[in-house]
């Protein structure tokens, strides 16, 4: 038998046909009516319930456990041994001890995972539109009651995306200057193009871009999964950009003057894991100083994927790769976006998606070994993770000024590691430690029979 495409518009002209002498079954007859017939973007993205397995006791599948954090704290001893035979000892003091890992009390004090008390509201008070980006229909098998917990995060990234204070990075992206760069192209075997210098803001560009924005809405899809976990490098994953293969339509989306490509973006599964778990739970039972880290976190990721869609739906044909962003010696667009809007790189502490131990930032690239700064992560106060999330902020940001966003370094330090200290109890046996008995202890922790620790 001979199938042919009913499809309006098929470049290809694809026919099927049948050996000579063998009968199609019916069933795979219909199949292949069926796969040949269905486009990606005919398909539905989102149903209201989903069919998302989700762990009866919403536990995170990424994570520091105690294995990966002695072998985190092996490479960095080994780390220390070789910038010592070099003679490099910016980060060796006697007097004060190194410090790998978070040190948990430090992180308390420094109101990394709770709220000062002159802080900010303890909830997200933006109330700006959503950009069709991040409609509910993009968000693959995604429940609405898990769309509605994350749109304080999509909000938040839509002003990041679309605000004038936060504008330079995308109109850079977009209309910066991008040239040759032999060094970079000298090492990478392949032509390496890179941007220089800032566009700062302009309105006829500003909508231009809410234009392609909208434009991208189209192609674009999200959706939750299991990234694997680190095996060779301490690097976690948390979200992924790629181009969507469409074998059918082989050429890009044609809207117009734009010519778009399909992008798919995957988002950690402990992301849906968290929003499920808070969109459960009473108001009451709810710690709102997590949330506001989740969804500050979520945003920053989701935006950080969507620099990387950005490059890809209009680099056709991928003759390059992403551009080079200043001095960077790393083409990495979303990278540059958190550094820019942010002043460094923002992950959770003790990889926990869910940001139950805090969040923290550090200078990107990696410091190299003969760096006498090191690789120093610091927590992000939770009085910058409510005030962003506050629409007054956004009112009375300072377009003028690059640094608006930028995190201030003030909270508790670790070197290397972006872990908290699991060795800060090396002995439980101690009274003074977790005996909950003993009433002259004045440390502001305590370590309890059943485990817990406790203000």
Same mark, same amino acid.
């Given at each position: 038998?001979? &199938?042919?495409?009913?499809?309006?518009?098929?470049?290809?002209?694809?026919?099927?046909?049948?050996?000579?002498?063998?009968?199609?079954?019916? !069933?795979?007859?219909?199949?292949? +009516?069926?796969?040949?017939?269905?486009?990606?973007?005919?398909?539905?993205?989102?149903?209201?319930?989903?069919?998302?397995?989700?762990?009866?006791?919403?536990?995170?599948?990424?994570?520091?456990?105690?294995?990966?954090?002695?072998?985190?704290?092996?490479?960095?001893? $080994?780390?220390?041994?070789?910038?010592?035979?070099?003679?490099?000892?910016?980060?060796?003091?006697?007097?004060?001890?190194?410090?790998?890992?978070?040190?948990?009390?430090?992180?308390?004090?420094?109101?990394?995972?709770?709220?000062?008390?002159?802080?900010?509201?303890?909830?997200?008070? @933006?109330?700006?539109?959503?950009?069709?980006?991040?409609?509910? *229909?993009?968000?693959?098998?995604?429940?609405?009651?898990?769309?509605?917990?994350?749109?304080?995060?999509?909000?938040?990234?839509?002003? @990041? &995306?679309?605000?004038?204070?936060?504008?330079?990075?995308?109109?850079?992206?977009?209309?910066?200057?991008?040239?040759?760069?032999?060094?970079? $192209?000298?090492?990478?075997?392949?032509?390496?193009? /890179?941007?220089?210098?800032?566009? #700062?803001?302009?309105?006829?560009?500003?909508?231009? @871009?809410?234009?392609?924005?909208?434009?991208?809405?189209? #192609?674009?899809?999200? +959706?939750?999964?299991?990234? #694997?976990?680190?095996?060779?490098?301490?690097?976690?994953?948390?979200? &992924?950009?790629? =181009?969507?293969?469409?074998?059918?339509?082989?050429?890009?989306?044609?809207?117009?003057?734009?010519?778009?490509?399909?992008?798919?973006?995957?988002?950690?599964? !402990?992301?849906?894991?968290?929003?499920?778990?808070?969109?459960? &739970?009473?108001?009451?039972?709810?710690?709102?100083?997590?949330?506001?880290?989740?969804?500050?976190?979520?945003?920053?990721?989701?935006?950080? *994927?969507?620099?990387? %869609?950005? *490059?890809?739906?209009?680099?056709?044909?991928?003759?390059?790769?992403?551009?080079?962003?200043?001095?960077?010696?790393?083409?990495?667009?979303?990278?540059?976006?958190?550094?820019?809007? %942010?002043?460094? /790189?923002?992950?959770?502490?003790?990889? /926990?998606?869910?940001?139950?131990?805090? @969040?923290?930032?550090? !200078?990107?690239?990696?410091? !190299?070994?003969?760096?006498? #700064?090191?690789?120093?992560?610091?927590?992000?106060?939770?009085?910058?993770?409510?005030?962003?999330?506050?629409?007054?902020?956004?009112?009375?940001?300072?377009?003028?000024?690059?640094?608006?966003?930028?995190?201030?370094?003030?909270?508790?330090?670790?070197?290397?590691?972006?872990?908290?200290?699991?060795?800060?109890?090396?002995?439980?046996?101690?009274? *003074?430690? =977790?005996?909950?008995?003993?009433?002259?202890?004045?440390?502001?922790?305590?370590?309890?029979?059943?485990?817990?620790?406790?203000?």
């Amino acid at each position: 038998g001979e &199938l042919k495409s009913q499809e309006a518009g098929d470049v290809l002209g694809t026919t099927f046909k049948a050996p000579v002498g063998h009968l199609l079954d019916a !069933d795979v007859e219909q199949l292949m +009516h069926h796969l040949h017939e269905t486009q990606l973007y005919d398909s539905a993205t989102s149903s209201q319930k989903s069919t998302r397995y989700v762990p009866p006791d919403y536990s995170m599948q990424m994570h520091v456990d105690s294995q990966a954090y002695q072998d985190l704290i092996a490479r960095g001893k $080994t780390y220390e041994e070789q910038r010592i035979k070099k003679g490099l000892t910016g980060l060796i003091s006697k007097k004060k001890k190194l410090q790998h890992g978070f040190d948990p009390v430090q992180v308390i004090r420094k109101h990394a995972i709770n709220l000062p008390p002159d802080a900010p509201p303890d909830v997200s008070t @933006l109330e700006n539109e959503i950009i069709p980006l991040f409609r509910w *229909e993009n968000f693959h098998d995604c429940a609405l009651d898990v769309y509605e917990q994350i749109k304080p995060a999509l909000r938040l990234s839509s002003l @990041l &995306l679309t605000h004038r204070a936060s504008s330079t990075f995308w109109h850079t992206l977009a209309y910066g200057k991008r040239e040759s760069c032999r060094r970079t $192209t000298e090492q990478h075997g392949i032509e390496c193009m /890179r941007i220089a210098e800032d566009i #700062q803001w302009d309105k006829a560009h500003a909508d231009y @871009l809410m234009t392609y924005f909208k434009t991208l809405s189209k #192609q674009i899809h999200f +959706h939750f999964d299991l990234l #694997q976990a680190p095996t060779i490098t301490p690097s976690y994953t948390y979200g &992924l950009c790629a =181009v969507v293969r469409d074998y059918k339509n082989p050429l890009p989306a044609d809207n117009g003057s734009y010519r778009t490509q399909k992008t798919r973006i995957c988002l950690h599964t !402990d992301f849906y894991t968290t929003a499920k778990r808070i969109s459960t &739970l009473d108001k009451r039972n709810v710690d709102p100083a997590m949330v506001l880290r989740f969804n500050f976190f979520l945003a920053v990721n989701i935006t950080h *994927e969507i620099a990387h %869609f950005f *490059e890809l739906a209009h680099n056709f044909p991928m003759r390059l790769g992403e551009v080079f962003f200043y001095r960077n010696q790393w083409a990495e667009s979303g990278c540059a976006f958190e550094c820019k809007v %942010f002043g460094g /790189r923002i992950h959770p502490i003790s990889a /926990r998606i869910d940001c139950a131990y805090g @969040l923290a930032t550090y !200078d990107w690239p990696p410091h !190299d070994e003969d760096d006498p #700064q090191g690789d120093i992560h610091w927590t992000i106060p939770m009085e910058y993770i409510t005030r962003i999330q506050q629409a007054s902020t956004w009112d009375s940001a300072d377009p003028s000024d690059p640094a608006v966003f930028f995190i201030p370094r003030t909270g508790a330090r670790s070197v290397s590691l972006c872990a908290l200290d699991m060795t800060m109890w090396e002995d439980e046996a101690k009274a *003074e430690i =977790v005996d909950e008995t003993v009433e002259s202890l004045t440390a502001p922790l305590r370590r309890l029979l059943s485990g817990n620790i406790v203000k």
